[in-house]
């Protein structure tokens, strides 16, 4: 005799699957919306680190420059056009990094934000510029569609202590890159294990690599899996395996995938390239 559970669990399994590539449609769409907004990832012109221009000096950017320490003293005139939130700035005034979003950047020019930033001591500036030309040629972000087999169970082993490991960056330079611990996780019968970074709020990110990179996608990938519960347990899914921002710009500093997570399977989910 059939039973209503047993009729309800196909069923239900048929739901949760809609429901599963319904939300990642509109994670995709939103993420599109995201990399070509006015200040997004498409709109990074350059980086400029101020160690390359002892002068205070940096090409197509108006005022003077220095790093100082613990920050940066910026040095404009009424002719450079510079704001200081909101506001025409002139004068001499000292700035720490920019945490926040990039339209709220302190230092602006017309439209553009001048975004600083430090790593590791050395200090920075970012243009990011609406009308970049990477925004104006963006059609999309090649992905491909939400597929169940991609998304698994996952573990989470934090080390005793964070890990600190030389990388290479996207810029040609290696920067440390803080681990916290590895994920584990089955895929097709293969058991592979990520090292990954603790983000705030507890949730993971991986920097990793696999068959298909630099062919079928990307030469990397970023992959953010949800904050682990108190037994480690958390979802690996593939399918949001993203772009990272030096995909989008050149000007990004993006680290390799460290030692270990350049996978051996082809990993053919996710944001693959851009259009």
Known sequence: MTTGTS???????????LAAADAWRQWHAAREES???PYGPLALTGTHWLDDYPEGRIPAIPGVWHADGDGVVLTAGASDGLTLDGRPFTGETRLTADLGPVAKARVGLGGRRLVVLVREGVWGVRDFDPDAEARRRFRGIDATPYDARWSVPGRFTP???ERTVRVANA???ERGLGLAGELAFTLDGRELTLRVARQGGGSLWAVFADATSGSGSYRFRF?????PDAEGRTTV???RAQLP?????????CPFPPPG????????????NLR
Do not use: I
Not at 264 to 269: G, H, K, P, Q, T
């Open 159 to 161: 080390y005793g202590d």
């Open 237 to 239: 899914d593939l399918n």
């Open 245 to 253: 921002p030096c995909a989008f710009a050149d000007h990004f500093v």
């Open 261 to 272: 997570n350049t996978l051996d399977v082809a990993v053919e989910a996710g944001e693959r």
């Open 35 to 37: 990399v070509s907004g």
């Open 7 to 17: 009729q309800a669990g196909p069923a239900a399994e048929t739901s949760g699957a």
């Open 171 to 173: 810029d040609g330079r």
């Open 223 to 227: 992959l953010y899996p949800a904050a």
